[in-house]
Nanobody, 115 residues
Framework: QVQVVESGGGLVQAGGSLRLSCAAS????????MGWYRQAPGKQRELVASITSGGRTNYADSVKGRFSIPRANAKNTVSLQMNSLKPEDTAVYYC?????????WGQGTQVTVSS
């Protein structure tokens, strides 16, 4: 049974930091890419950051220099370190896992940044 579980969301003041974590299990094939998307109310889901199995990272322009994906401490896990948070970062953050041609999503975790 495939599971993608996020944790670490919450409420933080502008300028603060949060760290999200995601753990994936049950995949039949090796993971190619793990990443984070977010969706704010009334907006489309957008890519925030991702990392390939080879370690290549990709960041949305809006988060470059503020967010990062730290080195994973365990297999099939990914974190998102978010610094200098802004109110416009408020959204539900989803972990995304790609294996071959299949994509899996977590249930989402709310991040709220107050001004």
């Amino acid at each position: 049974q495939v599971q993608v579980v996020e944790s670490g969301g919450g409420l933080v003041q502008a300028g603060g930091s949060l760290r999200l974590s995601c753990a994936a299990s049950g995949m039949s094939f090796s993971i190619n890419t793990m990443g984070w998307y977010r969706q704010a109310p009334g907006k489309q889901r957008e890519l925030v950051a991702s990392i390939t199995s080879g370690g290549r990272t990709n960041y949305a322009d809006s988060v470059k220099g503020r967010f990062s994906i730290p080195r994973a401490n365990a297999k099939n896990t990914v974190s998102l370190q978010m610094n200098s948070l802004k109110p416009e970062d408020t959204a539900v953050y989803y972990c995304n896992v790609i294996t071959g041609s299949l994509a899996y999503w977590g249930q989402g975790t709310q991040v709220t940044v107050s001004s």
